[in-house]
């Protein structure tokens, strides 16, 4: 099967990259272009579920897309023969599991049904702050008033911006969104606090073989329930989001995160809105005003700072 085939190069190729993983420490410059890299691949999400929904029902395309990328990360465990985790480990790779594996695509798959994906970047306008205020919370961390300031004044520019997309306009999409955003916070926040006791990938690795139990008869039954139509954009839209999105893209994002701090990395997702819109004018015809240029200025100068004030 194409989906098949594709996830085990997927596997492969992850292998021979995951290997590096078990170096020395990722530096803070390595660090934050792997948590960038990590934006850049979520960024491309909501592109991609648009078009996987083009030939998958919703609960179609977020089971088969969970099991596929659980192929690839399992696969990876078992090549390299990784240890299951300690016990202790467990109930925060469920909260990742619930969080990320589970709930933001199942939630931003269904608002995506009725919201286009410039009104849907408002989740990831607001995500940033709501991770490093759950951070704070979890960890105990403290960022500065600089960092806060900054990270205010980004997620207001964000925020601004994609509501100006969307017309102002708020739809019924509007509570899967919110409910997204605030299990997606809580998911990079674990996942980022067990980032610093094991590699980022076996993280969201474990989490998404976590998720097997309940993602493969999911599958079933929603193919069973849900009709399929194998377009091109709609296999494409399903391997991005199951092996860039859902694994590749949060091994990044997680070994990145471990390596600059949960508060700092989250901020860097400031230019993900950005990034989306973009991709929605390549990939999906949509049409960008003329206030993203002067948006994306504020969104970097507001990153800059994060990045230089001290926690």
Known sequence: M????????????????????????????SGTLQAALGVTAFSLTFPATAWGLEGFGPWSLVAVRSVLAAVIAGGCLLVLRIPVPDRRNWAGLAVVA????????????????????????????????????????????????????????????????????????LTSADLYLFAALLVCAAGYTEGGRL??????????????????PLSVPAAAIALGHEPVRLTAHAVAGLLWVAAGSQFLGLVVWYRGMAAIGIPKASQLQLAQPLLTLVWSVLLLGEHLTVAAPLTAAAVLVCIAVTQRARG
């Open 2 to 29: 194409r989906a098949q085939s594709s996830a085990t190069t997927a596997t492969t190729i992850a292998v021979s990259t995951l290997t590096a993983d078990t170096a020395a420490p990722v530096d803070r410059r």
């Open 98 to 169: 619930a969080g990320v594996v589970l709930g933001f695509p199942m939630l931003t798959t269904l608002a995506l049904r009725t919201s286009t994906t410039a009104h849907a970047a408002v989740v990831v306008g607001l995500l940033p702050l709501t991770t490093a205020l759950l951070s704070a919370l979890r960890t105990g961390n403290r960022p500065s008033r600089t960092f806060w300031a900054a990270a205010l004044a980004g997620a207001a520019a964000v925020v601004a911006f994609t509501v100006q997309q969307s017309g102002g306009a």
């Open 195 to 212: 980032a610093r006791v094991m590699p980022g990938w076996q993280v969201i690795g474990w989490a998404l073989v976590l998720c097997l």
